[in-house]
């Protein structure tokens, strides 16, 4: 009797143990997706500021050659209060466009770049949103956002962008 009971011990104590391992591999699993959709946003984010800080330099340089234009030439046209927000795509060569319309689009996937034209479909939304404080000063804002499980989650980055080509004299 006493060893039936030893084993039935045993053998309880095992499940539990074998049970909370299982228990274990699954919220790591799940943490895993959440905290890989968080990295991959935050990139997404970081490339949404690289891009708007490349069409400004962009701009620098066409200046520069004396082919003549302003240094927010194609993103004051995403100056907030903008709604729908903003959105930037890639050409196939790699070259930025001017921003537009994101028309809430998810983005898409193709040979690991990220574009609204071509590809997989993603669950990322990126918009960015542009404010011009002062004639040298515009301040970059994006959001990237997507579902996780009933929530919507968010990334957001910022940053100021200058005008140091010609800058103003301090007095």
């Known amino acids: 009797g006493f060893t039936l009971i030893e084993v039935l ?24 997706s959440s905290v890989n959709s968080q990295l991959v946003a935050s990139y997404l984010s970081q490339e949404g500021l690289e891009i708007v800080r490349n069409i400004r330099d962009a701009n620098f340089l066409k200046i520069h050659k004396g082919a003549g234009g302003n240094w927010t030439d194609g993103i004051i046209a995403c100056e907030a ?13 790699y070259t930025e466009t001017a921003l537009g319309v994101s028309q809430g689009r998810a983005l898409k996937i193709n040979d690991g770049l990220y574009n609204y034209t071509a590809g997989d479909g993603t669950i990322f939304k ?32 910022a940053t100021e962008l200058y005008n140091w080509l010609t800058p103003t004299p301090s007095p």
């Not at 011990?9 to 895993?32: C, D, E, K, Q, S």
């Not at 209060?81 to 060569?93: F, I, M, N, Q, W």
């Not at 918009?127 to 919507?152: G, Y």
Request: glycine share 6%; with cysteine.
């Open 81 to 93: 209060p903008y709604d729908p927000p903003c959105a930037v795509d890639r050409e196939a060569d």
């Open 126 to 157: 990126r918009n960015i949103s542009i404010t011009q404080s002062s004639a040298d000063t515009l301040s970059v804002s994006v959001d990237v956002s997507w579902p996780d499980k009933e929530n919507i989650r968010h990334v957001f980055g």
């Open 9 to 32: 011990t045993a053998m309880f104590i095992m499940v539990m143990g074998t049970l909370g391992v299982f228990g274990l591999i699954t919220r790591t699993v799940a943490f895993n």
